[in-house]
């Protein structure tokens, strides 16, 4: 079905909208990466039915971002369900990662879950409810977010998977650690370390156990804390992965300081210092200099703590990170008050002006989530035929809620300004150390083991025997292989330090990569035998990865040889 039955069934407030979206399809996907997911998704939803070629236009877009997987194409076999159910799960996504979007990441979420129960399809189920859990968190509606990790809890446990019980019971703890019901948090890290340590070869036993060191630092039981973070820290020295190795150290230290042990929380914070350094890591370093500076001015050694804090000072302006900066220039305003008054006070204007910023941009984007939330409403595949007055009425009360908020934000933020004049430096939340939470697994650097070996290359005569025949989606491999798909991913991930999206692409364009030197077959030839059903898209990833374009990786080395 074409774009011109498509337009016979918007409403005309949508045709010049699908008209540019019409157009965008015929530019160079990198025109439009990054802008057009949100509108594509939206106009798709307007429609009773899904559109075939905009529904794979759609995960072609999602798949320049890393969101989804390349091998994914719907064809005419394709149930309108099956298609709904996988654009919702994979824009929840973008929206998540991407936008930091949570309203949105919740909606599409919840229309993933509907579809994916409306044919029994669990693993869908189960991510969906993985996504809801996630965005309610940090909208802070940890009754929701509860509710979600636990249905996907029990949809786990029935289905028996190992991997993903783990995940549910680290979100569980995450979110009971977030509510202060520390006995439940304390229960459900360990269910989550437990079975982490029954899995063979886990790359996320680390992450258990730096989760489970938080908890009980949280609840006062420094010496569980310590046990925990020290086999995570032992487990990522083991694996090579020398960021995280900082990051445990000053895990360590953050510990040691909440017993006042200072003499070994400074050794400790010294040592994740220069190994940050070396890293080049930025935002673990401020906040690791922050500490430490901290750690000098409850000790009274304001000259020690005014150099550390000055350089985190430096590095905060070089990285434009204003929240580590606003708290440096705080704990300033009070180490140089005695010594030197005009410049406490240039700090602490500094401190309130970083202040008000900050909370005028959460109010932004409170406004943001408000318009983009009512926006999506008023997009409901099923409006009704006559509701143009409706829908004017409705963008009016948006853009006044907006209005308001930011409004509101403002008043709010010149008012804490107001009040920060008088107030005293407050206690610094050890809690920033939770950026060592999921998500930084795919830092683990490449670990080739024989099993691996042996694994990948299964896996890739596999994956290029198809090539050609058809490209095989990763649930589709995942079940050659005998495994579900999520083991499949971690073992992907595990040994080569990539996702399985990214992994298949650089297969596809080193095979391509080989074609070009090796024949004189055409670009759109070569781009079809590699898995590639658009030339342009597959021109812009060879881009991508090679710096060049295909005609010229194509020219370049017969001059060398020349």
Not at 231 to 249: C, F
Not at 342 to 352: D, I, L, T
Not at 438 to 467: C, I, Q, W
């Amino acid at each position: 079905m074409g774009y011109r039955t498509h337009f016979s069934r918007c409403s005309e407030l949508w045709r010049g909208w699908v008209l540019s979206v019409a157009l965008a399809t015929v530019m160079p996907i990198s025109s439009v990466a990054g802008v057009l997911p949100d509108s594509l998704y939206r106009v798709i939803l307007s429609s009773p039915t899904v559109n075939l070629e905009e529904a794979n236009h759609l995960m072609l877009l999602l798949d320049t971002e890393g969101i989804t997987d390349s091998l994914i194409h719907f064809d005419r076999r394709s149930s309108q369900q099956t298609m709904r159910k996988a654009m919702n799960l994979y824009m929840a996504s973008h929206y998540l990662e991407k936008e930091a979007n949570m309203t949105a990441t919740l909606q599409a979420a919840r229309r993933a879950e509907t579809d994916a129960r409306a044919e029994c399809d669990t693993p869908y189920i189960e991510e969906a409810l993985a996504l809801q859990s996630v965005a309610c968190m940090r909208m802070g509606q940890t009754d929701m977010a509860l509710k979600s990790a636990q249905e996907e809890l029990r949809l786990d446990s029935l289905r028996g998977d190992s991997a993903n019980l783990s995940r549910a019971y680290n979100i569980l703890a995450g979110l009971s650690l977030q509510s202060g019901r520390l006995d439940d948090a304390k229960h459900y890290i360990v269910k989550a370390t437990e079975i982490e340590r029954s899995l063979e070869d886990s790359s996320l036993l680390s992450v258990r156990y730096g989760m489970a060191a938080e908890i009980y630092t949280k609840a006062g039981e420094y010496d569980r804390a310590l046990e925990f973070v020290r086999r995570a820290y032992e487990l990522d020295r083991e694996a090579g992965n020398n960021l995280k190795v900082a990051r445990r150290l000053a895990q360590m230290a953050d510990i040691y300081s909440a017993q006042h042990r200072d003499s070994e929380a400074e050794t400790f914070y010294l040592r994740a210092i220069e190994q940050l350094r070396q890293e080049n890591e930025q935002t673990s370093l401020v906040i690791t200099l922050k500490q430490l500076g901290q750690l000098y001015a409850r000790q009274g050694q304001k000259s020690k703590a005014i150099r550390v804090l000055k350089e985190c000072e430096t590095i905060c302006r070089s990285t434009d990170n204003r929240y580590i900066l606003q708290k440096a220039c705080r704990l300033l305003a009070d180490l140089t008050s005695d010594r030197s008054p005009r410049e406490a006070m240039a700090y602490m204007r500094e401190a309130m002006e970083l202040n008000d910023t900050l909370h005028s941009e959460r109010a932004e984007r409170l406004a943001n989530e408000i318009r983009q939330s009512q926006a999506a409403e008023l997009q409901d595949p099923t409006p009704a035929p006559d509701s143009e007055g409706s829908t004017l009425r409705q963008y009016a009360l948006l853009a006044v809620a907006a209005l308001a908020g930011v409004l509101f934000g403002l008043w709010y933020g010149r008012r804490k300004k107001q009040r920060a004049q008088a107030a005293l430096i407050q206690a610094i939340d050890n809690s920033e150390a939770a950026n060592d939470n999921e998500g930084t697994t795919l830092d683990t650097p490449m670990l080739f083991r024989d099993k691996e070996l042996e694994f990948l290359a299964k896996v890739s005569e596999l994956y290029e025997h198809n090539l050609e025949r058809r490209r095989l989606s990763i649930d589709e491999l995942a079940a050659e292989m005998c495994m579900s798909r999520s083991q499949f991913s971690r073992h992907i991930s595990a040994a080569t330090g990539e996702s399985p999206s990214t992994y298949f692409n650089r297969l596809r364009l080193e095979k391509a990569a080989r074609l070009l030197k090796d024949t004189d077959r055409s670009v759109s030839n070569i781009a079809y035998d590699c898995g590639f059903d658009d030339a342009a898209y597959f021109s812009n990833m060879f881009k991508k990865f090679y710096r060049v374009t295909p005609m010229q990786y194509r020219v370049i080395p017969r001059k060398k040889k020349d």
